[in-house]
Nanobody, 115 residues
Framework: QVQLVESGGGLVQAGGSRRLSCVAS????????MGWYRQAPGKQRELVAI???????TYADSVKGRFTISRDNAKNTVYLHMSTLKPEDTAVYYC?????????WGLGTQVTVSS
């Protein structure tokens, strides 16, 4: 079992910045990738960014150049630094971890961007 706990969500004005954190605990060996997904009301959950164990990253086109994902293996933590936030970034942000053939999810943290 892997537990993921997100923090850092909240209300932010358009154009502002926010950093999300996700701490992994439990049986955390072989975490091949960690990342962030988001789900806005009435929409499907979508990939925001992932970072693999080799350090490579993938970003959704909608956040490229504005969001940065990073991973601190010593702290079992993944971060999502979000800048130049837009109202359309409003969503529940979920932490995700891939462990061999399994996926784990956090409970999510709400990010609301006001215009």
């Amino acid at each position: 079992q892997v537990q993921l706990v997100e923090s850092g969500g909240g209300l932010v004005q358009a154009g502002g910045s926010r950093r999300l954190s996700c701490v992994a605990s439990g049986s955390i060996i072989n975490l091949n990738a960690m990342g962030w997904y988001r789900q806005a009301p009435g929409k499907q959950r979508e990939l925001v960014a992932i970072v693999r164990e080799d350090g490579s990253t993938t970003y959704a086109d909608s956040v490229k150049g504005r969001f940065t994902i990073s991973r601190d293996n010593a702290k079992n933590t993944v971060y999502l630094h979000m800048s130049t936030l837009k109202p359309e970034d409003t969503a529940v942000y979920y932490c995700n971890a891939v462990q061999l053939l399994r996926m784990w999810w956090g409970l999510g943290t709400q990010v609301t961007v006001s215009s």
